[in-house]
T-cell receptor, first 114, second 114 residues
Framework: KAGVTQTPRYLIKTRGQQVTLSCSPI?????VSWYQQTPGQGLQFLFE???????NKGNFPGRFSGRQFSNSRSEMNVSTLELGDSALYLC?????????????FGPGTRLLVL | AQSVTQPDIHITVSEGASLELRCNYS??????LFWYVQSPGQGLQLLLK??????LVQGIKGFEAEFKRSQSSFNLRKPSVHWSDAAEYFC????????????FGQGTELSVKP
């Protein structure tokens, strides 16, 4: 079974631009979560989607948004990019919403904002 | 609100020596606890998890962890470290009413001396 895939793997943008990152979960998984990883703040939860609905949201500004499609694939969008948005963005998928379920992480998209 | 503390930012052990990585959590009810490992340029891989039952849990790659409610701890152990264990290790906590959202510690970087 294929793992979680994220595209693109690397991205360079300039301040003020917007970016869209994509995540394809493991087949059969319906929950997708997004995390931001930076050296200073560590791993921080962005949001979680299940059945095309956002179920949980972290403490990030409205510039960060996401969506999930009927095939469970998810995208996250960051508008008006700031230097501080440079990070590794990780996506994780799981079967459902139960907290004890294993979340499988993708390799991440490394975003550099210049 | 949940929180996770990993007191050791960096640990160096000799190959073949035993290892213990510390994790303390803050959560009012029984937590869902996880240990993940991240190799350079990779996503996170689940080593083990605890949500109920036996407080000593076995994971992959020879790792184990013990849940101690009285100490609010979930320390990760391995009896004999291999050079390939060099990586960053993250402890995380989830909650029953938060879906798949995980709160991560800051991570412990493990170096292995030959």
């Amino acid at each position: 079974k294929a793992g979680v895939t994220q595209t693109p793997r690397y991205l360079i943008k300039t301040r003020g631009q917007q970016v869209t990152l994509s995540c394809s979960p493991i087949s059969g998984h319906r929950s997708v979560s997004w995390y931001q990883q930076t050296p200073g703040q560590g791993l921080q939860f962005l949001f979680e989607y299940f059945s095309e609905t956002q179920r949980n949201k972290g403490n990030f500004p409205g510039r960060f948004s996401g969506r999930q499609f009927s095939n469970s694939r998810s995208e996250m969008n960051v508008s008006t990019l700031e230097l501080g948005d440079s990070a590794l963005y990780l996506c994780a998928s799981s079967l459902g919403l139960q907290p004890q379920e294993t979340q499988y992480f993708g390799p991440g998209t490394r975003l550099l904002v210049l | 609100a949940q929180s996770v503390t990993q007191p050791d930012i960096h640990i160096t052990v000799s190959e073949g020596a035993s290892l213990e990585l510390r994790c303390n959590y803050s959560y009012g009810a029984t937590p869902y606890l996880f240990w993940y490992v991240q190799s350079p340029g990779q996503g996170l891989q689940l080593l083990l998890k605890y949500f109920s039952g036996d407080t000593l849990v076995q994971g992959i790659k020879g790792f184990e962890a013990e849940f101690k409610r009285s100490q609010s701890s979930f320390n990760l152990r391995k009896p004999s470290v291999h050079w390939s264990d060099a990586a960053e290790y993250f402890c995380a906590v989830g909650a029953y009413n938060q879906g798949g959202k995980l709160i991560f510690g800051q991570g412990t970087e493990l170096s292995v001396k030959p």
